[in-house]
């Protein structure tokens, strides 16, 4: 019989780990691909409902994505990540510590350690930290009847409470990348200026400013722009209610409103084109940083050519409204790097939830409007499907001028 590979053992050992109790932790690192794929993969034992699981935690460049498998489909589950996923693995058990280690070549190799965990941990599920909407939150979450009055999630706002706490999990990833969060300094940090723009109900405006304010600790100016002047007032009442220093909900439109520079602007689920609005209205107010999640996508449908060979599928209404949306997106992706932004665009919420759920997020790493290549591959795209005009040409026109 031939010897098992170094995966085969490491999966073995795994496998009996899981069975005997001894298990401690799997990290998954070193990928095998680059682009949007989880960096790491951080996997721990639970129970679920009295059933034992491995919890996986998905680690990507800007969000965490929780998986959970029977302990049962843990061996064949590892299988499959080993040189196909990522190239290094260190099972961490009581009794003995195992790193794989593998190339691209397709050597692989086990090593063992003395194990770094005496006891396993906790197998509770909700031993989880509350997370970003710990106790602190609950004054303003309660205001927004995502709480009800003994500070329960209420059934019907679960998956707002959820998508609220995920939206500030990336902007966590982001707003390091920034630099505005890490070790402290020895002088004080300035104030941010951060703005919501089409913020409705002010789920998010007031998790950034909870964010900001309350978890990081950071003196922060947050404003809240709104057309619906009866939405401004109530959340305008809130802010006194619980005395939210710093957080102010203006009326306004995102394309019109008077505004100071910011540092961070974002734009979730804002119509059409006012997606574009507040991406023009957050490069020229000289913001680092931008998030977008387009909402509806109306403007480039009407002038899409047909290319073949998409033409006999672009006949499908479903194919061509998806495809009009992700060439427009493609598009404001585009558009920032041309205007000096790093960009990323991401699944923000599952599609189960909403499928309004891709998020374009922009750092600005240089100045804007001096790369040709990079206005070059928006014209080249726009020729492709013969569109003649995307909102942010216009938008952006005086800007790139100046
Ligand atoms: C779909 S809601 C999203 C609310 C919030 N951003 C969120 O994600 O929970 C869109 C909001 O944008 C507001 N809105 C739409 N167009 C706007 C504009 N041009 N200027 C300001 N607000 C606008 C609407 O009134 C609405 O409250």
Not at 81 to 88: I, V
Request: charged letters at 25%; one cysteine or more.
């Amino acid at each position: 019989m031939n010897k098992p590979t170094p995966a085969e053992q490491i999966c073995t050992k795994f496998a009996e780990s899981l069975t005997k109790g001894t298990f401690a932790r799997l990290v998954l690192s070193a990928p095998v691909a680059a682009g949007d794929t989880p960096q790491k993969v951080l996997g721990r034992f639970i129970m679920l409902k009295g059933v034992p699981h491995l919890s996986l935690t998905l680690r990507y460049a800007t969000r965490d994505v929780t998986k959970n498998l029977p302990v049962a489909e843990g061996a064949a589950w590892l299988r499959g990540q080993l040189d196909q996923q990522f190239h290094s693995a260190l099972l961490c058990t009581t009794s003995r510590d195992w790193q794989y280690i593998s190339n691209a070549a397709g050597e692989a190799r086990l090593i063992d350690h003395r194990p770094s965990a005496k006891k396993t941990p906790s197998r509770e599920h909700d031993q989880r930290h509350a997370g970003i909407l710990d106790a602190s939150a609950r004054d303003w979450l309660q205001g927004l009847d995502v709480l009800d009055v003994a500070g329960q999630v209420r059934i019907s706002m679960a998956d707002k409470h959820r998508q609220i706490n995920h939206y500030l999990e990336i902007l966590t990833h982001l707003a390091k990348e920034c630099g505005w969060i890490g070790a402290p300094g020895d002088r004080p940090a300035p104030a941010l200026v951060l703005a919501d723009m089409g913020c409705g109900k002010g789920y998010l405006t007031f998790g950034i400013w909870h964010l900001f304010r309350r978890v990081w600790q950071r003196p922060v100016r947050v404003i809240g722009v709104e057309t619906r002047a009866e939405l401004v007032a109530k959340t305008n009442k809130l802010v006194c209610q619980i005395g939210a220093e710093g957080l102010e909900f203006v009326s306004g439109a995102i394309e019109s409103v008077r505004l100071p520079p910011v540092d961070a602007l974002i734009a979730l689920h804002a119509c059409n084109t006012a997606t574009d609005d507040a991406l023009r209205r957050g490069i020229e107010l000289g913001a680092k940083l931008i998030v977008v999640a387009p909402c509806c996508h109306r403007e480039l449908r009407p002038q899409f050519g047909k290319p073949a060979p998409l033409a006999p599928v672009l006949r499908h209404g479903v194919m061509e409204e998806r495809l009009a949306e992700w060439v427009t997106d493609g598009l404001r992706a585009l558009f920032l790097e041309w205007a000096g932004y790093r960009t990323k665009v991401m699944e923000f919420v599952g599609s189960e939830h909403t499928p309004k759920n891709l998020m374009i997020a922009a750092v600005r790493e240089r100045d804007g409007f001096t790369d040709a290549g990079a206005r070059q591959r928006i014209e080249d795209l726009k020729a492709y499907f013969r569109i003649e005009r995307h909102a942010l040409d216009v938008l952006l026109a005086p800007a790139a001028v100046r």
